[in-house]
């Protein structure tokens, strides 16, 4: 039933997005191409990963590569940059607090 209910609660809300981009946008002429292009595109990814399982496993194998890759930035950045590159009120492994946040580019 929950998932029910999150799938609603989905098709509602993409239809309140677009609702919101209808009314702040300009009200010249637009190309129906792309707005019915990308409309079907968002309904068929949407419909792929509610009903067929197998579908939702690709995408959950994808998200697993990206925290994967997300976690391994992470640990090189406390590498380098040690206390610096950790959250506020977190400590390292052997006990450093903090210091804050920096941008590093």
């Given amino acids: 039933m929950e998932d029910f209910v999150y799938r609603w609660i989905s098709l509602i809300g993409f239809f309140v997005i677009l609702c919101i981009a209808w009314i702040t946008g300009t009200k010249t002429k637009i190309n129906l191409k792309t707005i019915l292009g990308s409309i079907i595109l968002a309904l068929t990814i949407g419909g792929l990963t509610f009903w067929l399982p197998w579908t939702r496993n690709i995408f959950q194998w994808r998200n697993n590569i990206l925290t ?37 580019m």
């Fill in 68 to 104: 994967s890759i997300l976690q391994a930035s992470q640990k090189g950045t406390v590498f380098l940059f040690g206390p610096l590159a950790i959250s506020p009120g977190q400590t390292l492994e052997d006990g450093t607090q903090s210091i804050g946040f920096i941008l590093a």
